[in-house]
Structures are given as C-alpha cells and as structure tokens.
C-alpha cells in the first residue's frame, strides 16, 4: 500500500479570489502580518500496490486531479509498511 | 517575511463525500488502485517578519482556516532569506 499526498495549486499570475477573501478575513480580525494568501487543494490517496505507481500518480494527476491550464501540482508517495 | 504551508485535512471518521466522488471518478477512468481519497485544504502564508509567528498562526488556524470540530490543521514555517 501506498500513501500519496498530492498538492494543487494555482499557478504565479492566476488570480486567487478565495485567498484574497481569507487575506480579507484575517486583517479584518488584526491578523495585520498576512501579506498573501493562496489557496490550493491537498488530497491523500491510499493506493494498492503496483509497479508503476508514480506514472499512474502522474497520469491521475494531469487527467483529473489538477487542470494543467491554471493550476500545478506536486506528489508525495509513501510506502505503508506492515498493513 | 516568512512562508507558512497550511495543511487542513479532515478528522478520522469525518465522511468525505468529495474523496468518495473522486475515488469514483479515478476509478472509472480505470485508475482501479486507487482505494481512498480525502480531500483537504493547502494554504500559503506570507507573512511580515514578527516575533510570536508561530501563536499567531496557531490562533489563526483556529479561529479562522479549519475547523477544528471537524478538521485537523498542521503547518510549516519557513524563513524567508534575502528579499
């Protein structure tokens, strides 16, 4: 088994209307430090053993996971041991 | 200037119907090794150089980006050198 931690986020230049309003949020509650928020999407799949795990990662990721046009992401993958 | 990676992801046994419509969607794609997914939050942070960083974040993780009935939160803080 395998532990995959996937990240997604917005591309530099892409417009972050969420994080802005959470920016908003924070100095709205004297939070005044936070200079930039951006906000993307974590995902952890649990993924049966194979042999070619990180292609299929990398396939699910371009295919579904993240839209290539404005967004980038990025992958952790973790052996799960003794399950 | 610091950079904080925000991780929310949601507690054990806290039903994911977003993870589950993903998990669907891979494996009608035939991505068959795919036996769970959770769905959570990632947050960067930039934040002005101040003393308690890392209270501040904590408080602002509580009361304002997760949950905390339902959602876990953890974080990196990393230093910002040279600008």
């Known amino acids: 088994m395998f532990k995959v931690k996937v990240y997604v ?6 417009l972050d209307p ?3 309003a ?4 924070l100095h709205s509650m004297d939070f ?3 200079e930039e928020v951006r ?3 974590y995902m952890e799949l649990t993924v049966d053993h194979t042999e070619n795990v990180e292609a299929q ?3 699910m990721c ?3 996971l993240a839209n290539p046009v404005m ?3 990025s992958y952790e993958i973790e052996e799960v041991v003794g399950q």
Chains 1, 2 share one sequence.
């Open 9 to 14: 986020t917005l591309k530099q230049g892409v």
């Open 18 to 20: 969420q994080g802005k």
């Open 22 to 25: 959470v920016k908003g949020a």
């Open 32 to 34: 005044q430090l936070v």
């Open 39 to 41: 906000i993307g999407k």
């Open 57 to 59: 990662i990398e396939d």
């Open 62 to 64: 371009k295919r579904l």
């Open 71 to 73: 967004e980038e992401y």
